[in-house]
């Protein structure tokens, strides 16, 4: 015999597996926000900015182009889809998040935009954290101890503690050694904060913002579209099947052609 609407509802929200999923969701709002007070969910983002585009901005997000500058982490895919609405997305980042694909990817998007349409670039570093506000770490995918996020950055973080550390660059890891060298200028900065984790996460989106906005002014006479929406911050990981969260630093539209 088939559910009315209404047992559906009685049965899914009483479920005890979905009451677990809410309550640990809950809890993880809070320390979330202890950290990262003006944090969303990463559905609510989606909404909330697709939302400022389509009203405010008056932009048709059915052709509208997103590029993602954010690290290759598997665990940041759920927090880039921005609900499968949006077109691409075409891959800017790499470790840490930095715009490795520099200005010929960026060239390389603009001439992938529909026709009449827009781009929207998705940007900043990844921090993990566990329900004890321990940043730095989250628990994976079936794994039983937690393990690093953003791992390149605490690989960089844990090599920063020899102050005579200089990475040198190779071929066989040039990301983690051009991630480590971006950050050398914030060493100082970074080891004398209270919280490192955060402290060289934070710097990481400062090093990414600059990149994103530098590549967009060098490479505008290459976008046949009026504007480009930005949208800056950072991922905070939860565990694995809860929403993770996103703390927005830069939500701008700029018409491309004036940048100087």
């Known amino acids: 015999m ?23 969701q809950r809890k993880f709002d809070q320390v979330v926000k202890s950290h990262f007070p003006n944090a969303m969910d990463a ?7 697709l939302g400022k585009m389509q009203i405010e901005h008056k ?28 077109f691409g997305p075409f ?17 390389a998007f603009a001439h992938h935009i529909p026709d009449e349409g827009s781009a929207f670039i998705f940007y900043g570093p990844h921090i993990g954290i566990t329900l004890d506000g321990e940043l730095g770490k989250m628990y994976r995918p079936r794994q039983e101890e937690t393990g690093n996020s953003c791992g390149a950055l605490m690989l960089a973080l844990s090599r920063f503690q020899d102050s005579d550390y200089r990475p040198v660059l190779n ?24 919280n490192r984790q955060k402290a060289i996460t934070e710097a990481t989106y400062e090093i990414i913002d600059k990149k994103v906005h530098d590549h967009l002014k060098s490479c505008k006479d290459e976008f046949h579209v009026d504007r480009v929406t930005l949208l800056g911050g ?11 969260y996103f703390d927005a630093r830069n939500f701008e539209v700029i018409d491309v052609k004036n940048l100087s």
């Open 91 to 107: 891959i800017m980042g790499g470790l840490g998040g930095l715009p490795f694909a520099g200005q010929t990817g960026m060239i």
């Open 171 to 194: 071929e066989d890891d040039y990301q983690q050694m051009k991630l480590e060298e971006s950050l050398l200028p914030y060493r100082e900065q970074i080891m004398d904060s209270e």
């Open 59 to 86: 932009i048709d997000i059915s052709k509208v182009l997103m590029a993602t500058s954010v690290c290759s982490d598997d665990i940041n895919v759920p927090s880039t889809t921005f609900f499968n609405v949006l």
């Open 2 to 24: 088939a559910c009315s609407k209404s047992l559906y509802a009685v049965i899914k929200f009483n479920n005890p597996i979905n009451s677990f999923y809410i309550m640990l």
């Open 43 to 49: 559905k609510d983002t989606s909404i909330h900015y």
């Open 234 to 244: 950072i991922i905070i990981n939860t565990d694995y099947g809860l929403d993770d």
